[in-house]
């Protein structure tokens, strides 16, 4: 049981509504995060622009990929919320079934490429060791298979899904349907 119920479209500022209304345009629903959100509709507006700023067109980190670490790091803080509307986005953009499945093995799994393989450690030592840089092994294996500037990409989701994965389980959010 959620412990704040999602606001439907015409109890939120008209703020709010535009910003509702561009999910709809773009995943056909308004996340329940958002809608328990947009009780702070500035708060909400931030939120909705670090996802904007996460998958806008001038990134060059695959979507399918962005969207299997944002699962990823939702499996490892059991955030039920983000892993199950994330999923449906992996799926969407590209992922397949068994990629998703290997998500429970994380990193290590033969199911991904290089890269993948990368930005999934990426992701668990972020999640795992909050309180520590990169460890050079680790760095390495980015910068062989990223930019620079995809690397901030990279960065900005895993540290972004822990937020918002935080966000959920504090309040409960239920699943999106």
């Not at 535009?18 to 056909?28: C, L, V």
């Not at 622009?49 to 979507?63: A, E, F, I, R």
């Not at 930019?147 to 901030?152: F, K, L, S």
Request: hydrophobic fraction near 45%; charged fraction near 20%; glycine fraction near 6%.
């Amino acid at each position: 049981m959620p412990r704040m119920r999602p606001l439907e479209p015409g109890e939120v500022s008209a703020d709010a509504k535009a910003i509702f209304d561009t999910f709809m345009a773009k995943r056909g629903n308004v996340p329940n995060l958002f809608r328990t959100l947009a009780r702070r509709p500035v708060f909400m507006a931030a939120a909705g622009q670090l996802m904007k700023s996460l998958y806008d067109d001038s990134g060059t980190v695959p979507v399918a990929l962005k969207e299997m670490l944002a699962v990823r790091v939702s499996l490892l803080n059991s955030c039920g919320y983000c892993q199950s509307s994330h999923t449906a986005l992996a799926l969407a953009a590209g992922a397949t079934d068994s990629m998703i499945n290997a998500l429970e093995q994380g990193s290590e799994a033969q199911t991904f490429s290089p890269p993948e393989q990368a930005a999934l450690a990426l992701g668990e030592w972020m999640t795992r060791h909050p309180e520590r840089g990169l460890p050079d092994h680790l760095y390495d294996a980015l910068s062989q298979q990223f930019d620079e500037g995809q690397i901030i990409e990279l960065v900005g989701v895993v540290a972004a899904f822990n937020f918002f994965n935080r966000m959920a389980n504090a309040l409960e959010v239920e699943v999106t349907r």
